[in-house]
């Protein structure tokens, strides 16, 4: 048996309980919410051989930088596809590609993917993040290309807006961005990635203020449990920053960033902070130590590369740093951007 999800996609169960918890953790995954990881482990309870379910979770173990976890996850999913639909062979070859550190091989399958399934939505996020993280010189303008082709297929959907919108702050299309983000919450209002779009136009275009007054109010209603948290938080600390107020951004790193859920965020986020202090050479020692692996002992479990420092135009250094033993540090698409379908519409 099999239903359709929002994406109109086949999801090959017998469990309409195990259809309805996958398509909520789905949302959850797409949007950073706190949910993913419960309601898809709920769903596997409901159907252990729903395989795109085994899947998410991997994909979710991956953003907490439990690499043991999400090649189990991913086993199971190879292991209970057999029966499914085409959509989620694929969906699961290509994903077990990537989590597997076959990015080229990841990439091959997925670019031959989206030509039958565009709306897969799960696998192009996990794509497009996978080209942010790849290293290379052209890989924000590739990821543009790759997700503005895809634009015909989900017309305003909230998830393919703050995705899209997400490609374009990167390479400074910040107007676009923020219409796309803002008509993205407008349709899912908990929508973190469309509201971490909005904090780094804010913080990129040096609109400190009004961008702290937006992520403070967003973050009062963001669930300390998603993955995401950590990272928002971060956001938090660079308007403080950037205001002067240091010993509140050490406050957010004391209360939200060291003790937060996601290690691999803590030690990303909570370095990119203190680095920050260091260079400002405010407040003396610097709590480094209690980011060390003797306190969150799992961090080992998975290699941090650093896919990016760079300076934004007002002199603010961006955060993004990546797995790099997962996904590699090396380019591994074809080295010609192709030419988007069409313009994508905002
Ligand atoms: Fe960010």
Redesign the pocket.
Known sequence: MAFTDRYGLTVTTDSSVAFERFQDGMDHLLAYGPEGETRLAQAVEADPGLAVAHTGRALLALVAGDAAAARAAMARARETVGGASRRERQHVEALDAFVGGESARGFALADEHVKDFPRDAVLVNQVSSAIALAGAADREEYRVAFMERLAPAYGDDWWYQSALAFTYHEVDRFDESRRLSEASLQKYPRNAHAA?NL??ISLETLDCEAGAAFLDEWMAGYDRRASFHC?MA??QAMFALHAGRHAHAMEIFEREILPSSNPRSAMTDGTALLWRLKLDAEGGALPWRALAGERRPELPAVAVGIAEVGHSPGGLMR??IGAGSIFGNHRVWPAVVPEPAQPAEL
Request: net charge negative.
């Open positions: 971490h904090a780094h990272h971060w956001h955060e993004e």
